[in-house]
């Protein structure tokens, strides 16, 4: 049987891939960020996961406006790194897992969820950033990968409760997945940021705090209350993004418990967060 191990939510900034290029972990302006990433690392050696399911948002790469599903899940053998435009180095290509894609497809289209399937899918920063901080190198990397995408790039947006409701299916349909597997969800973008328009580097400290506090506490679909338009005035038109999170969250069942968490402002336009939590 497939067991769910834990989840860990990160902004994804285009730059971190840079400054992986570049090396620059230890600069000031990055070293608090990369060391975030340490307790992960440390958790990561004893939860040895076999299977990433992981919730991003492509930002314009594998989807364009003129077709953009609101869901959408790969179901491919292979998935290539691939760059939209911010001329970021490319990584290894991940190796997917069919079965379980197609188990989680299955499911969550029996539950109501009626996805795209992708058995071609490239995948852009908002994979490949948030792989390359858990495992540095990512030569090979140690895990497969499902991706499960959430349009945040063109309205309309699927509701924070829709997204919460994806989340709970996908965090089921792993449960009744009958391989032996040890899964970790993922939620990738965040938290508040705003690149555009006349609130361009808009950043709500107060906002990320209450939200990254909310996935941790008894009330974890807290943010449901607020429709995407709310959430883009208090996290920014791209710190909706913060949907990735709260579906991961949902995926990961009832009960969590906050294993380590990071919060820093800024890296690029972005108050960048991250959580590890585990099943309670
Ligand atoms: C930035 C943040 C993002 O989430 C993204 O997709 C692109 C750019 C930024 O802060 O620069
Ligand atoms: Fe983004």
Redesign the pocket.
């Known amino acids: 049987m497939a067991t769910i191990i834990g989840c860990v939510t990160t902004?994804?900034?285009?730059?971190i891939g840079r400054a992986i290029e570049k090396g620059l972990q230890d600069e000031p302006y990055w070293k608090p960020f990369f060391d975030g990433f340490e307790p992960v690392h440390r958790w990561l050696a004893t939860a040895s996961p076999d299977v990433v399911v992981m919730f991003y948002?492509d930002?314009g790469l594998n989807f364009f406006l003129d077709k953009l599903p609101t869901f959408a899940i790969g179901a491919a053998p292979k998935y290539r790194s691939a760059d939209e435009g911010?001329n970021i180095p490319q990584v290894r290509p991940f190796t997917g897992d069919p079965d379980l894609s197609w188990h989680i497809i299955n499911s969550v289209v029996a539950d109501e969820y009626d996805v795209t399937t992708c058995q071609e899918m490239v995948v852009?920063?908002?994979v490949c950033n948030p792989m390359a901080l858990l495992w540095p190198g990512g030569d090979p990397w140690p895990v497969s990968i499902v991706p499960v995408e959430i349009n945040t790039v063109q309205f309309p947006l699927p509701s924070a409760a829709r997204c919460y409701g994806l989340g709970q299916a996908v965090g089921r349909a792993i449960a009744s997945f009958p391989q032996d597997a040890r899964v970790l969800i993922m939620g990738t973008?965040?938290l508040s940021?705003q690149?555009d328009g006349e609130r361009a580097g808009f950043i709500n400290k107060e906002f990320d705090e209450q939200f990254m506090a909310s996935l941790a506490s008894d009330d974890p679909a807290w943010a449901t209350q607020y429709s995407t338009v709310e959430l883009v005035e208090k996290a920014g038109s791209?710190g909706v993004?913060l949907l990735m999170w709260l579906a991961a969250r949902a995926a990961l069942g009832a009960g969590a418990r906050e294993v380590a968490r990071s919060y820093h402002i800024?890296?690029?336009?972005?108050a960048a967060g991250m959580m590890l939590l585990e099943p309670a």
Not at 266 to 270: W, Y
């Open positions: 902004s994804h900034v285009p730059a948002n930002h911010w852009d920063h908002a973008g965040g940021h690149l791209q993004e800024p890296i690029s336009n972005t």
